[in-house]
């Protein structure tokens, strides 16, 4: 199919809008505005902000990607997609933290979306689009050579210093949660839920609140329930989920959590506290599980260290639902050289151009 038979954005907008309010008891329209503005600010954003675009253009901007081995995919990978958290030993673990978008997928799909998130995060010589590409790939190979998780404690101190938390961001975080005002209306489904999450029957929910968060799940609703326990206080989070647009596009159907296999997936060290029942996700919430962020530190998410290891850290979850390790490394084998610039400039090419059309 040629690139000529994809949809303007307009439309292609106005159709998933239309298909994610079906999914959903209630769509927030005021955080769905605020999503629309954000998709001003820049490509990369905008990138972040519409996966059901990627998913439905992809395969047609880049047809040889199509026949590459199948794996579990995380869909909404990009620079920001990755984070630290404490897993069930109390360790501090960094890696992929969001699956709202998983599904099956080839596995070159990710590849190249992280490829092209880097790209459009910085303005990216051509010289430069190579290395990044090089960087992700080379990080991808180890990761497939030898998987494991990144646990921090004993080593990758680069990536304890860089996420370790200041005091300033402790306080903005407490002060985020301070202003949320409190919703006497939560919906059963997700108090419950949030009620489950708590640490003990000791625990004592302070207020539930309404949460805007987030880029491409804007819209969608988000509960927090902030609690009181043993001398501090906590956080939770429930937030609605909708089946990947992966498969929206792809007229697939997947019986299982796909998000939930992934996150739990025998090379990663997950969050306990991360967990999907049905149609809405949970998870813990606090100053110590962070990521950061190209507009503070674009710098540093564009370092070759970092890239290897977000290419390493998606190789990870590519195996830890099954042992397509061979079939990706012969897969790769039989690309050219060049393979992923090509497919990451093409994507990120036409990504920039939708962007430029939803700013006018």
Not at 24 to 30: G, M
Not at 238 to 255: D, E, G, M, N, T
Request: overall charge positive.
């Amino acid at each position: 199919m040629a690139g000529s038979d994809i949809q303007r954005f307009r439309i292609s907008i106005a159709r998933y809008e239309a298909w994610l309010r079906k999914q959903l008891d209630q769509t927030w329209q005021k955080d769905l505005d605020a999503k629309h503005a954000k998709m001003r600010e820049s490509a990369f954003v905008f990138l972040r902000a519409t996966y059901w675009r990627w998913a439905e253009t992809i395969l047609i901007l880049c047809d040889d990607l199509a026949d590459a081995p199948a794996v579990i995919g995380v869909g909404d990978i990009h620079l920001e997609n990755y984070g630290v958290w404490r897993d069930g030993e109390g360790r501090l673990v960094w890696g992929v933290n969001d699956f709202d978008e998983a599904a099956e997928m080839p596995y070159a799909v990710d590849v190249v979306r992280l490829a092209a998130s880097a790209i459009l995060s910085q303005a990216a010589k051509r010289s430069a689009r190579k290395t990044i590409c090089a960087d992700i790939l080379e990080g991808y190979r180890r990761g497939l050579a030898k998987p494991r998780p990144f646990t921090l404690d004993e080593k990758h101190l680069w990536l304890r210093t860089l996420f370790a938390v200041k005091e300033n961001e402790r306080r903005r975080f407490w002060k985020k949660m301070n202003r949320l005002k409190k919703d006497t209306r939560v919906p059963a489904p997700y108090s419950k839920r949030l009620e489950a999450q708590m640490p003990g029957d000791d625990a004592t929910i302070d207020k539930f609140a309404r949460r805007a968060a987030g880029t491409g799940s804007l819209g969608r609703p988000r509960y927090v329930a902030v609690a009181t326990w043993r001398g501090g206080r906590l956080v939770r989070e429930a937030k609605a989920l909708v089946p990947s647009a992966w498969l929206l596009s792809h007229r697939q159907r997947s019986p299982r959590p796909t998000g939930a296999l992934i996150a739990n997936g025998r090379y990663r060290a997950p969050d306990p506290w991360y967990q999907v029942d049905r149609h809405i996700v949970v998870r813990r919430l606090s100053p110590n599980a962070r990521k950061i962020e190209v507009v503070e530190h674009a710098r540093e998410l564009a370092e070759p260290d970092m890239l290897q290891a977000m290419g390493y850290e998606l190789a990870n979850v590519h195996l830890g639902t099954g042992d397509r390790k061979q079939a990706i490394e012969n897969d790769l084998d039989r690309r050219k050289a060049k393979w992923l610039v090509r497919a990451a400039e093409t994507a990120a090419e036409f990504v920039i151009r939708d962007f430029e059309e939803w700013k006018r």
